[in-house]
């Protein structure tokens, strides 16, 4: 499947469970070059290129993002990456560990170690202040990352606690394809598959219409095609 295929597979299936949560999800994109959906309701592809490219830069100045159209059912310039001084964004984090799994990845490339991890523990003073309503800033989705090298070809898995069917998902797989992509040069390596779980994939109700327009607007575009 590619992933168009499995991201409205997921979107239909996160909207029939109950409450429009499914747990455990999970899904392989056996092509992480394909890394796009074809409705443009489903995601910014614009903004999300950008966004990527500011992980890239381990930037730690949010401001650039919210200035960029974002598309509908995305909510990211509601979010802050700063609590009491604590950065909270991707990049730095990844930036600060990538340098190792790839040291890793060249000097022992049958590691189970090549890890980035995303999430903290000092992220749950941020998970309290949120659910107090004392701040808006974003506590990681992301838990983090891990890479393997498989016959000749580097693999990665990414750990998702909390994953948005409309808004969210499409720009995960987006950056983590492409993280995979680039590592995978950096170490002089095939790209092999992308696996992604997320714990809790979800559709939050005032996004439930345009998850179901864009399902609706899937089965035309099929039926049209058939």
């Known amino acids: 499947m590619t992933w168009n ?7 239909e299936q996160v909207l029939a ?3 429009s949560v499914l747990y455990a999800n999970s899904f392989i994109i056996e092509d992480p070059y394909d890394h796009r959906v074809a409705n443009p309701r489903s995601c910014n592809y614009e903004y999300t290129e950008n966004f990527f490219n ?3 830069s ?5 401001s650039t993002m919210h200035n960029l159209p974002t ?3 995305n909510r990211a310039k509601e979010f802050e990456i700063d609590f009491e001084g604590r950065c909270t964004a991707y990049g730095p984090r990844i930036l600060d560990q990538l340098p190792g799994v790839v040291d890793m ?15 903290d523990a000092e992220d749950q003073d941020v998970a309290l202040a949120l659910h107090k309503g004392e701040t808006k800033c974003e506590y990681p989705c992301n838990m983090g990352m891990t890479f393997w090298i498989d016959e000749g070809e580097l693999h990665m898995h990414t750990t998702m606690r909390s994953n948005n069917y409309t808004s969210t998902v499409c720009i995960d797989v987006f950056i983590c394809c492409n993280l995979l992509i680039k590592v995978a040069s950096m170490v002089g390596r095939s790209v092999g598959k992308y696996y992604h779980h ?3 994939a979800h559709i939050l109700p005032r996004d439930r219409s345009r998850a179901i327009e864009i399902m609706h607007e899937h089965h035309e575009k099929n039926v049209g095609e058939s």
Request: proline share 8%; hydrophobic share 40%.
């Open 5 to 11: 295929e499995i991201y409205h597979h997921n979107l």
């Open 17 to 19: 469970a109950p409450n």
């Open 54 to 56: 500011w992980i890239l």
């Open 58 to 62: 381990g930037s730690k100045d949010i």
């Open 71 to 73: 598309g509908p059912g």
């Open 105 to 119: 990845l060249l000097n022992y490339p049958s590691t189970r170690r090549a890890c980035i991890m995303i999430l």
């Open 198 to 200: 997320a714990v809790n």
